[in-house]
């Protein structure tokens, strides 16, 4: 039976011998242990006095002790590396770079570099070819790269062409989807003025005559579906004759409408001379049947859809605002007729006399059309013959250029438009003193608020073509018609006299 009291017996054969080193997994170091004391008296420290240890327990604990103390020694003292041979440490270090490397290729893709080493001990020649073989590499991944950015250029540009095909589509559709609808309310004259228009289409006259006559009176805006439309009704015969129509009527009620024989609406010519006035026009046009005097007032006063309209500008202080742009001229009107038909029919005979170039010579003066026609006017009724026009219009614009020294025209036949027209037109008192002050030349500066009758295309040339004269005063006689013409006063006095204006 062992002795509970001894300690159990501990192998420390492994801390000794070459591989000490590998099983010390924490080793302590310079750590001064406190050496045991020396046995005395053959007795071992720690075995109690009073327990008897033989000889071989006794033995055996020394055995023991010393090798405790061998071990704790060496643990105390620095480790010694081994030595090893020079091909012992070339092979180990060849297994270290291995593994090295090993771990190295496990981690992370390795770049390989084919291109050729250059030795100290290669020669030129050699050196020569690993440069033209390591440009040749070069070249080659460089044009790898080009033709990837390449790839992808291909790619933004197939983008870009499939965007642009989208929209080129959809706008096509978008276009062709309003060109349906406007040609479906060309169609059903959806949009379109009430207003009738009456107008004749003459014997003999084609299909092809009618949609231009319907074009020329506004009533259609396309010829070639007025043609279809014809087909879609089996081609239907159209009569000639006088016939009323409205732009909001549909191409169908059109067809219908000149299918059916109608009779001739009765006409009548009238005609009216150059300087003649809106107020003796509507009373004329009234007492001959074709239109009511007020209607014709309000109607030809309104802005019409014509390219002249947009040309004049108005003076707010002006009487009528188209006063001036009635052309004296031979007109053939229906009798009965409507005071809209009635202005058309004025204003497009009125918008074909005005050229372009007539414009451009406006411009040239630095007058717009209401100033042209307003002197135009005045030269009208002053001036006793055609002849007589361009001198009479170049007295006129001479003052006009001269305001300081003759501020007015002094034109007495603006004082003739206040007592023939404007008086009898105007009730108010008020009104009347109102465009007293803005049309008489003698009190009003420069020109008049608007023309003062409508003059024939002879006055408009006249001031548009004036003669060059130094001429500020003229007279005429009134039972020859002669004109004097003077540059000062005192010569006009004289002219008055000669002209039996004056004694």
Known sequence: MENKNTKPEISFGAAGGN?????????????????????????????????????????????????????LDEMDAPAAAPVHSREEVSAGAARAARQAAAKQSQSAPVAVDDRPVITPRSTSAEREEARRQRNSSDGRK???????????????????????????????????STGAITVGMEYLGINKSEQEITF???????????????????????????KVALKFNNDPVLYPGDISLAPNNSYADIIEKLSVMRESRQTITLTFKE?????????????????????????????????????????????????????????????????????????????SKITDEMYDKMDKMGMDLNEVMTLASIVQAEAGTAEDMPIVASVFINRLNNPD??????????????????????????????????????????????????PGMDAINAVLNHADTKYYYFCNNLDTGEAFYAETYEEHKDNLKLAGLSE
């Open 19 to 71: 591989n000490a080193g590998q099983h010390a997994k924490r080793p302590v170091r310079n750590v001064k242990r406190p050496a045991p004391p020396p046995h005395q008296g053959g007795t071992v420290k720690n075995v109690r006095p009073d327990v008897k240890v033989s000889p071989e327990a006794r033995a055996r604990i020394s055995e023991h002790q010393a090798m405790l103390d061998k071990a």
């Open 142 to 176: 460089k044009q790898g790269k080009g033709k990837k950015k390449k790839k992808k250029l291909r790619f933004n540009v197939s983008i870009v062409t499939g965007l642009s095909i989208a929209i080129v589509i959809i706008c096509t559709s978008i276009v062709l």
């Open 200 to 226: 004749n289409i003459p014997e003999g006259s084609s299909n092809d005559d009618i949609a231009e006559i319907l074009v020329k009176n506004n009533i259609i805006k396309n010829k070639k579906l007025f």
């Open 275 to 351: 300087g003649t006035n809106l107020y003796a026009v509507a009373n004329k046009l009234e007492k001959k049947g074709v239109c009511s005097a007020e209607d014709f007032l309000f109607q030809f006063n309104t802005k019409q859809d014509y390219d002249i309209d947009s040309r004049i500008v108005h003076n707010e202080d002006a009487y009528y605002d188209m006063e001036g742009y009635f052309f004296p001229d031979t007109y053939e009107f229906y009798l009965d007729d409507s005071a809209f038909n009635v202005t058309k029919k004025l204003r497009e005979n009125m918008q």
């Open 405 to 454: 020294e003759f501020p007015n025209l002094q034109s007495d036949a603006t004082k003739n438009y206040i007592k023939k027209v404007i008086r009898k037109a105007e009730t108010s008192t008020a009104m009347v003193e109102h465009y007293t002050n803005v049309y008489d030349t003698y009190i009003c500066f420069g020109l008049p608020a608007g023309p003062i009758g409508n």
